[in-house]
């Protein structure tokens, strides 16, 4: 993927697109897999990176979603539970089953949850991952050694998966790509352009690299940017009634000892009724999340304070050792693009399914959803564009489609099995500059060929971009990632064919950045 091409077949489009997809998270990059896998013309392009917003910053599983069972959705945990077993057969190097294990401490608490989970595996029918069970109070211990053992009486064993979402998006860019899409990232829509009858033709973007403006014309324009839909909608009528009700998760990362084995923790019901996992991830420990309603929506969202005493005191409760605020490694906020359902709801209630809108204009938007189930999301939306711009109707063929990278034993790739197929051209490229082969931090996994690689084929464009989405380096360790910076900016850089300006600059604003992932310790 590179990103001058890219925006020359932009810029040198006379035509109209089939479809203009505003957004390059989960939803609208799905979109651009689904819309080009049918052989239409797609283009897509994204104000910052692709995964800035919320589909970087998810709790990184697919899954059906246990606690909608409370609230009765079944048909959002079928579908979802669906989706979870079509992306692990068609990205299998990313998806991995996951075992949870929620603790009791009250004598009703095992035939309680017992029973809900097995009605989980009961929908997930064919796509089940695995029976849940009953566990005796050793057996729950040698699988969490970490668990508070005072009143534990035993435990509940499920199956969901895991992902990397950065990863997962990237790769699903290149998939668009190679199936014909055009994407660009550093390029928001800063106006939408209408007909002569007042409906949506366009938008006018601007490459943020060059500062330059141009108007891209499509049949359809699809509104996917998530928490930041309503601002979009309202750049094309600032009228709009809003359609979110958005609110913050967050999460914490702290050392593997917390949680060494294999296997997750769920909490059911933390004090605030909510859900709360502590996980293993990429040999780290992430803990979260949280559900706070909020007014602004921003491209960094920052933990509130009393978002992260929530999750310590929540982890305190069930872990011998309880984390303290000098154990967290990284602290990082995501938005969830909630559907507004009338007043007074808190947003934890509120449901995850999507929503398509139609506005007069013609502007098409697409909210709400989750990461698990964002390819038959984009199958809806590409049905109701096509209708929308008298495209050609052809059906969807992302059910069977294998995403960028899939590999059936990535595990046989080491450090870099997220990468899948890749990984292959990654160690070629070592082997070509052995230079490349050392790790740029002590404390994390990720090579100098890997930042090499992020700038050259996946369209990494700053520091951040390969040391947060590319890589996961700040999200799992904040000052490790500020160590990095220097190197990775020298040699993103070489790359780039960038000047010392631009190093000095990178490394700077990353440095900034990276404060905000550190609470307490700055
Ligand atoms: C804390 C948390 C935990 C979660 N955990 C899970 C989980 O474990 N599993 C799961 O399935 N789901 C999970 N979700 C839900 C899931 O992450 C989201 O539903 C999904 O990522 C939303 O993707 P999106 O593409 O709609 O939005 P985003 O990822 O936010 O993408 C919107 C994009 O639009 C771009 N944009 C904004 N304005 C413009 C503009 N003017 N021009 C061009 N581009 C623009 C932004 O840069 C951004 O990249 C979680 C959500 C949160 C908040």
């Avoid at 508070?148 to 950065?166: H, M, N, P």
């Avoid at 799992?476 to 910076?485: D, Q």
Wanted: net charge negative; charged share 25%.
């Amino acid at each position: 993927m590179n990103r001058d091409e890219q925006i020359g077949r932009i810029r040198d489009r006379s035509r109209p697109w089939d479809i203009l997809v505003i957004g390059g998270g989960a939803t609208g990059v799905g979109i651009a897999v689904d819309a080009a896998s049918r052989g239409l013309d797609v283009v897509l392009i994204d104000s910052s990176d692709f995964g800035k917003g919320t589909s970087s910053r998810s709790t990184k599983l697919v899954h059906g979603g246990v606690r909608y069972l409370e609230h009765g959705n079944i048909s959002l945990v079928m579908d979802a539970l669906k989706e979870r077993g079509i992306l692990r057969e068609n990205a299998p190097h990313l998806v991995r089953d996951l075992a949870f294990i929620v603790p009791s401490y009250e004598w009703w608490e095992a035939p309680f949850y017992g029973i809900g989970l097995r009605l989980y595996d009961l929908l997930a029918g064919r796509y089940g991952f695995g029976p849940s069970r009953n566990l005796s109070r050793d057996e729950t211990l040698e699988r969490i050694p970490t668990l508070k053992t005072e009143g534990l009486r035993g435990g509940v064993i499920y199956y969901d998966g895991q992902f990397d979402d950065a990863r997962l998006l990237i790769n699903l860019a290149q998939t668009a790509f190679e199936q014909g899409a055009t994407l660009v990232n550093y390029c928001p829509a800063v106006a939408l352009s209408r007909g002569a009858d007042g409906f949506i033709t366009g938008a006018i973007a601007r490459d943020e690299e060059q500062g330059e403006e141009f108007e891209i014309r499509a049949r359809s324009v699809v509104n996917a940017t998530g928490p930041f839909a309503d601002r979009v909608r309202r750049i094309a009528d600032p009228g709009a009634v809003p359609l979110l009700a958005p609110s913050q998760g967050i999460h914490l990362v702290l050392d593997r000892s917390f949680l060494p084995g294999e296997d997750a923790i769920m909490v059911p019901h933390t004090t605030d009724g909510r859900v709360m996992f502590a996980i293993p991830w990429h040999g780290h420990t992430l803990v979260g999340t949280t559900d706070t309603p909020i007014t602004e929506v921003s491209f960094e969202p920052r933990p509130l304070q009393e978002e992260i005493d929530f999750i310590l005191d929540t982890a305190s409760r069930y872990l011998h050792r309880p984390p303290g605020p000098r154990d967290i490694l990284s602290a990082f906020a995501g938005i969830r693009p909630l559907v507004k359902e009338g007043e007074g709801k808190n947003t934890a209630s509120l449901s995850r399914d999507h929503v398509i809108h139609f506005d007069q204009n013609g502007l098409l938007t697409i909210v709400g959803g989750k990461w698990t189930t964002y390819r038959s999301m984009a199958e809806d939306c590409v049905n109701h564009a096509v209708m929308l711009g008298s495209l050609d109707e052809r059906p969807c063929g992302t059910r069977h489609l294998k995403i960028h990278g899939y590999h059936q034993n990535a595990v046989e790739l080491g450090d870099l099995a997220v990468y899948g197929t890749d990984a292959i051209a990654i160690q070629a490229l070592i082997r070509a500059h052995p230079e490349l082969a050392g790790k740029l931090h002590p404390d994390l996994p990720y090579s100098a060929a890997e930042v090499v690689w992020a700038a050259r084929d996946e369209m990494a464009r700053t520091v951040e971009d390969a040391l947060s989405r590319r890589t996961r380096a700040l999200l799992l360790n904040a000052r490790a990632a500020v160590e990095m910076a220097p190197r990775a900016a020298a040699m993103m850089a070489a790359e780039l064919g960038r000047d010392r300006d631009w190093i000095a600059g990178q490394i700077e604003s990353f440095t900034r950045l990276a404060e905000g992932y550190l609470p307490g310790r700055t």
